[in-house]
């Protein structure tokens, strides 16, 4: 692959891990320890919203991204024809 396109595709690979690493980290420490209080008077199976989000919705966001980051990769890689087979 020719040192521009590289270049283009690893652009755009680090545009796609800074997003989902900012995502993870506004759910994980915003929504988990910043607006933990304004999100507890919420209720989520009986639980309050912002320990859920402490406890469980950091990590199942996190599996979500794992496949949303494949998916992603998966059409770049189509594009850019580095894709396996």
Known sequence: MEKAKLQEYWKINLGYLI?????????????????????????????KLGFWFAQQGSIYVFVV???????????LDKRFDVHED
């Open 19 to 47: 997003g989902l690493l900012v995502v993870w980290f506004v759910v994980s420490y915003g929504f988990g320890i910043l607006l933990v209080e304004p999100l507890n008077a919420i209720r989520l199976g009986g639980f």
């Open 65 to 75: 991204e794992i496949f949303v980051y494949v998916m992603l990769m998966n059409k």
